[in-house]
């Protein structure tokens, strides 16, 4: 009994200190994600500079800036996602769109906003443009089970295929 009470008191004092290593170790967590919001804000300014005046110093000056909050970010445990070009992958991207005609099945042919993790755990997901060569098939068989539907005149109480928006007289 003594046994089984030291051998409890040892599993709790690791777990604790676990605990407190995983506290610490995500302790930033809600602050990176408010400087990711910065973050976003300060890659959409510097994607709107006119080509003209890219040279300029001060635009220098802002993209050591950013430079410098990536390494900051990095050294905190921030990461980001890889997405462009990847295999969408549901974990790590929220898929906003879809493109047909690009013929790149699931392949991301866009990212509107970086996904970030930190330590291997999500921030935030990468939204991305998907490539689907089934979206497109799959419309056009909805369209021809509609066409279909519509010509027949099927009600849609006993009609099995998807309903369509079409009138019944």
């Not at 170790?25 to 005046?53: G, M, Y």
């Not at 769109?97 to 970086?114: C, K, L, N, P, R």
């Amino acid at each position: 009994r003594l046994t089984r009470s030291r051998a409890d008191l040892s599993n709790l004092k690791r777990r604790s200190e676990q605990e407190l290593q995983e506290f610490g170790k995500f302790a930033n967590q809600l602050f990176a994600t408010d400087v990711l919001r910065v973050v976003d804000s300060l890659d959409r300014a510097l994607q709107a500079i006119p080509e003209n005046i890219r040279g300029f110093t001060w635009i220098d000056g802002l993209l050591v800036f950013r430079a410098q909050i990536d390494s900051l970010l990095k050294s905190q445990g921030v990461e980001e996602v890889k997405a462009m070009g990847e295999k969408f992958d549901p974990r790590y991207h929220e898929a906003v769109a879809q493109d047909g005609e690009s013929g790149s099945d699931g392949v991301v042919q866009e990212v509107f906003q970086a996904g970030y993790t930190m330590h291997d755990r999500l921030l935030r997901p990468a939204l991305v443009k998907v490539g689907s060569a089934e979206a497109e098939e799959e419309e056009e068989a909805f369209l021809r089970i509609c066409l279909a539907a519509a010509a027949n005149a099927v009600p849609p109480a006993r009609r099995a295929a998807p309903i369509c928006a079409t009138t019944w007289s």
